[in-house]
């Protein structure tokens, strides 16, 4: 399983951009990259999954160079309740998902 | 996107008792689930994978006499923590992937469970 890092703790304002890196230096052929959100107490939610380039969806942005070697989580203009913890996971169809310690991000007023 | 029903959301109970925690995958077939664990500030534990129709796959130091764990169709797994001690408290959360999208894996809303 690819082993990936992330920082641990992040702040931000509202209103600003977020950039979230996630390392995965050892990442497979075929591996996807998948970024989760997770409020206390509360079930992981989805946020963004890829495999290289860039996805964008509703809610983010994931940024992966073509080495694949990292990746990351763009959350435009965010706002307090965007205050989470967010975990990078990176798997292929067979394996199983296992987290990191994320990274805990704290929106400020 | 998929929907994992989760149930119950919070059980208390005495030590000793068994409690079951059911999973749903109310919009998609899950061939597998999976079942975690987390403590309070902690990342999620990985407890046991479970595959419809057959034995769950439990990870390292997790007893399975303990958490017993039945995936008896391709919507429906279900962990029961038997004899129940103060040590289970915890905030268990399982999840299902879908095949059908790139084997995105989704979350259930999680159990709180509180052993007195």
């Known amino acids: 399983l690819a082993k990936t890092t992330q920082p641990i703790s992040m702040d931000s304002y509202e209103g600003q951009e977020v950039n979230i890196t996630c390392s995965h230096n050892n990442i497979a052929t075929n591996d996807y990259i998948t970024w989760y959100q997770q409020f206390p107490s509360q079930g992981p939610r989805f946020i963004i999954q890829g495999y290289k380039t860039k996805v964008t969806n509703e809610v983010a942005s994931l940024f992966i160079p073509a080495d694949r070697k990292s990746s990351t989580l763009s959350l435009p203009r965010v706002s307090l309740s965007d205050t989470a913890v967010y975990y990078c996971l990176v798997h292929n169809y067979g394996q199983n998902f296992v987290f990191g310690p994320g990274t805990r991000l704290s929106v400020l007023p | 996107g998929a929907v994992v029903s989760q149930h119950p959301s919070w059980v208390i109970c005495k030590s000793g008792t068994s409690v079951k925690i059911e999973c749903r995958s109310l919009?998609?077939?899950?061939?597998?689930m999976f079942w975690y664990r987390q403590f309070p500030k902690q990342s999620l534990m990985l407890m046991a994978t479970s595959n419809e129709g057959s034995k769950a796959t439990y990870e390292q130091g997790v007893e399975k006499d303990k958490f017993l764990i039945n995936h008896a169709s391709l919507t429906l797994s279900t962990l029961t923590v038997t004899s129940a001690h103060p040590e289970d408290s915890s905030f268990y959360i399982c999840?299902?992937?879908?095949?059908?999208?790139?084997?995105?894996?989704?979350f259930g809303s999680g159990t709180q469970l509180s052993v007195l």
């Open positions: 919009d998609f077939q899950a061939t597998t």
């Open positions: 999840s299902a992937r879908d095949r059908g999208a790139e084997g995105k894996l989704f």
